[in-house]
Nanobody
Framework: QLQFVESGGALVQPGASLRLSCAASRFTLDHFTIGWFRQAPGKEREGVSSIDTRDGKTYYTDSVKGRFTISGDIAKNTVYLQMNRLKPEDTGVYYC????????????????WGQGTQVTVSS
């Protein structure tokens, strides 16, 4: 079974930065699309960003463009989500997940999910 460990979530003030990590075990992250998703209280889970490690293509949902950056370190078998200028609406549980599909944010296509890490943006 593929496994992830997400980390980096915290309680921060608006305008702060965080870097989330998604470390994979029992498989290597190359040849997959890795996605970050989030779920705010009372809301459906939504796609935030993804990276296709086969060609480096990235995707960002409109609300995080220009503030978040996704990257992968294959040597460390880890994908990162750098989050800058955080807003209260970024609050939620952030999950990473993996799919063989090419550059997609369709959650149905993601096969394996981490347990999530909590991000809270509040003054």
């Amino acid at each position: 079974q593929l496994q992830f460990v997400e980390s980096g979530g915290a309680l921060v003030q608006p305008g702060a930065s965080l870097r989330l990590s998604c470390a994979a075990s029992r498989f290597t992250l190359d040849h997959f699309t890795i996605g970050w998703f989030r779920q705010a209280p009372g809301k459906e889970r939504e796609g935030v960003s993804s990276i296709d490690t086969r060609d480096g293509k990235t995707y960002y949902t409109d609300s995080v463009k220009g503030r978040f950056t996704i990257s992968g370190d294959i040597a460390k078998n880890t994908v990162y989500l750098q989050m800058n200028r955080l807003k209260p609406e970024d609050t939620g549980v952030y999950y990473c997940a993996v799919t063989m599909a090419v550059a997609t944010m369709d959650q149905v296509l993601y096969d394996y999910w981490g347990q999530g890490t909590q991000v809270t943006v509040s003054s």
